[in-house]
């Protein structure tokens, strides 16, 4: 038995949840409302102030989207009460980012500043010259946007400049060492 989908979702004050048909779920909070169809297969109830997910049988492919449909319900709930963040940080000399109105401008060592458009529903904001913080309601799209911009110029090993994440480690490589 899926133990994460057998968990119900508690379904906080000020939060709305409807479920349509073709199991599309619309939750409402105080920070937003969020929309997604969920897999026909699953049957999503809620029961006071629960929503609870069920699948039909025990076939391996209903078992992996019975947990998977009961994540992304919580985590819409979750989105709509609180939202998600990601913190960036920028390591390297000369490489900084800033704000432009909805754009985002990083120098990084390249002949060019990067602009990325920022995109709707979230929030992206620059503290100091190193540090972006990505908010929003939508963990994927957070995860997404965040991951973009990393993505263009990810942290090397050697001296660890680039883009990581604030909690990310990244492995230290020891350089050439010349001849004796």
Known sequence: MSRIGRMPIAIPAGVTAAI?????????GPKGELKRVLPAEMSIKKEGEEIIVSRPNDLKKMKSLHGLTRTLIYNMVVGVTEGYSKTLEVNGVGYRAAKQGKKLVLSLGYSHPVEMEEPAGLEVTVEGQNKIIVKGIDKEKVGQYAAEIREKRAPEPYKGKGIKYADEVIRRKVGK???A
Request: glycine share 8%; no cysteine; net charge positive.
């Open 177 to 179: 060492t010349g001849k």
């Open 20 to 28: 349509a048909e073709n199991n599309q779920v619309t939750i409402k």
